[in-house]
């Protein structure tokens, strides 16, 4: 039997309205199971909790007539009451929740020891913590607070674009094992390179050496220093404690990449790149350029 035109036209039309309607239904209701509970929240039910299978990672409870959420996923590191003991912590706490918890692994600032630290979660398997840095070109004058292995406390909860330096004092407080040297062109990583975590750095200038140094990343374009593991340099025209050499990781005492031109703290000129050619993908100017290099522990 047919139907009439008008008939069919009319019947399509409510069975259109009805899906919508349908759907709109759906939407609310989906939406529900994400914010406060429907149920009142009175001094009468106060610290009860509810929990909704359809929105697993928040339960709410009654707080003085005022439903409260509460995470379940791992939240490590979001707050100064939840600070983690490092980066490492974070990410592999994050790692193990739902992919909106990952999300929040991504590079940033954390909450660590009651301070908030910069922390890298993407270099060779992230979760290091950031506890020296330097900007090169950024400061005319140095000083011994600027130093690595200084007691001096400079927050590192900047990346490399938005600060100029900073220092973490007592570095062994991370429990770290693995240490890495990072530099950076206008927050492009040129070189990277971990080793063992070297327990002088809290006293000595020689704690910046790597020990047993491996290549994260190299795009020093010199074949003279492709593969060099960057280490600190004394030489008379560099900074102690500032200055780092990736021509001759033996050899403490030669020219810098961190190259100073002047011979005191107080008197420097310019930190340029001198064993570590950019490429010019990086920086159509490759030496004179400015620099930053920075200090992770893990």
Known sequence: MKLPVALL?????KLSQAT???SQDETVSKRSTTTTPTKQCTRDN????VYNPANPSVIWICKNTTWTPFE??????????QSATNCKQI???????????????????????????????NTSGGGWTLVWKHTYMKYKTLYKNMFYYSKYYQSCAMNDTEQGWCNIPNKTRFNPTEQMIVAYHKGTIVYAYKGYFNR???????????????????????????????????????????????????NHYENCDTY???????????CRWHNCRLPSSISSKQTDTDMAVAIFVR
């Open 9 to 13: 036209v009319v019947v399509l039309l």
């Open 20 to 22: 919508r309607i349908d």
């Open 46 to 49: 106060d610290a009860e909790s």
């Open 72 to 81: 379940l996923v791992a939240s490590a590191g979001k707050t100064k009451e």
């Open 91 to 121: 990410k592999e706490e994050l790692s193990t929740t739902d992919k909106c918890a990952n999300q929040r692994t991504e590079s940033g600032v954390y909450w660590v020891q009651d301070i908030q630290i910069y922390c890298d979660m």
């Open 200 to 250: 002088n750095i809290d006293y000595h200038w020689t704690g910046a050496i790597l020990l047993d140094a491996k290549m994260v990343i190299d795009q020093c374009t010199r074949s003279d220093t492709t593969g060099a593991t960057p280490a600190p340099s004394v030489h008379t025209t560099g900074i102690l404690g500032l200055s780092f050499d990736k021509k001759s990781p033996s």
């Open 260 to 270: 100073h031109e002047g011979t005191t703290l107080t008197a420097p000129k310019e």
